[in-house]
């Protein structure tokens, strides 16, 4: 069996995650680890059992048996590392959101269309049972003319590190780029776009908070200076729109799932309901998707490839399905979050075209990339 032979760049929290979801693929295999933090690639290294270890990423990138690198680090750690990655030859993954500004993303998709290597981001949204059969409705014309979208993820109190769970570099702008809304909402308004064709940005006006106490020894250790809440509302191609309510921490009751909006029926995705008229009746119809997934891996066994972010990327690099345009859709994430986080800073709708003028890169200096 042809396995693919992957070198996995920051081994915390995700880079474990990844090293766990590689073992369950047959297909794959994690050859090298990186690392700056030499205790940490050590521990995994002799969890998961890889050898080859090195604290220099220019070092893992040129290794010639790595058929894939894998990108765990800080959101504005992520351009650097892939395009060098890219240039150097090897195909890359790597961890949502796609980068910590819009000018990064776009640096990326182009080192990709460049290189004509491939270039996968993780957006797990994609790969659920909800948007599977959300896509079934979809593809086949059931919602009409689709008008309007609803981005929606709700934590009650939950931001990164002030509150708990994971490290200080989730919030602030140097190693983050923002907030709930890039960190979460990648995952919400991704998935929306994906299942509606990745539409063309025409407008967009928002708003971003950060209101709510927090220990005030957390705050002061991590630099906290993002957004806990992003709202806003984009105006897409052919009478398309979107709103969005992102939250790592409010006083409210929890949102509705995310929906869309069409002239003949309408999805609610979590959970996943299909809201229609028949015989001039309003129906709201529960989908068994337990079913749809069993026959899904019985009848049409093909649809492994997509059990995973991860499943999808070690498939399509094998040849067994197209990689699905992960990389596009997360730069149209990105360019819709910039839109948002200008409108703030402008006080002001920002047009599309407007964004990659006004995006300025946030990446790092990595003294680690060179050799
Ligand atoms: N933690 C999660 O639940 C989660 C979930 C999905 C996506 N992500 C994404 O994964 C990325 C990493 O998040 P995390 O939670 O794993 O962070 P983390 O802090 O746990 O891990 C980052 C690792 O990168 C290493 N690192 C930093 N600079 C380095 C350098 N120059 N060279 C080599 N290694 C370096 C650190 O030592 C650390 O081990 C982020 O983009 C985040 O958005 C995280």
Request: one cysteine or more.
């Amino acid at each position: 069996m042809k396995k693919i032979r992957i070198g996995v760049i920051g081994n915390g929290i995700i880079g474990e995650q990844h090293l766990r979801n590689y073992a369950q693929i047959p297909e794959a295999e994690v050859v090298a680890l990186c690392d700056i933090n030499e205790a940490r690639m050590n521990e995994m290294g002799d969890k998961y059992g890889v050898e080859r270890r090195t604290t220099n990423i220019g070092q893992l990138l040129r290794m010639d048996d790595i058929d894939a690198v894998d990108v765990c680090l800080h959101n504005n750690l992520h351009a650097p590392v892939t395009i060098e990655s890219l240039r150097l030859g090897k195909h890359t993954y790597c961890e949502k959101p796609m980068a910590g500004s819009f000018a990064d993303a776009q640096a990326m998709y182009d080192a990709m269309n460049e290189t004509g290597k491939k270039l996968h981001i993780q957006l797990g949204t994609l790969y659920s049972k909800e948007t599977k059969a959300a896509k079934r409705f979809i593809d086949n014309g059931d919602l009409g003319h689709i008008y309007h979208m609803r981005s929606t993820g709700f934590r009650r109190r939950n931001r990164p590190f002030v509150d708990g769970y994971a490290t200080k570099e989730f919030v602030n702008t140097t190693t983050s780029g923002g907030g709930a809304l890039f960190d979460m909402g990648v995952y919400h308004i991704a998935q929306l776009l994906y299942l509606t064709g990745i539409p063309k940005l025409e407008r967009v006006t928002g708003h971003t908070y950060a209101e709510i106490a927090m220990d005030e020894g957390r705050r002061a250790e991590s630099g906290y200076n993002v957004e806990e809440l992003g709202i806003g509302l984009a105006a897409y191609e052919n009478g398309l729109s979107m709103d969005f309510i992102e939250s790592w921490a409010i006083h409210g009751a929890p949102f509705p799932g995310s929906s869309i909006y069409g002239s003949e029926a309408g999805l609610t995705l979590n959970p996943l309901t299909f809201h229609s008229r028949q015989h001039d009746m309003e129906l709201d119809t529960k989908v068994d998707l337990n079913q749809m997934d069993y026959l899904e891996h019985t009848v049409y066994a093909s649809t492994a490839h997509y059990d995973s972010s991860q499943h999808h990327w070690i498939h399509a690099l094998l040849g067994d399905c197209e990689l699905i345009p992960t990389a596009k859709i997360a730069l149209e994430t990105s360019r819709v979050q910039e839109g948002i986080k200008l409108s703030q800073q402008l006080k002001r709708e920002i047009l599309a075209d407007e964004i990659p003028e006004l995006s300025v890169s946030r990446s790092l200096e990595i003294p680690n990339l060179k050799p």
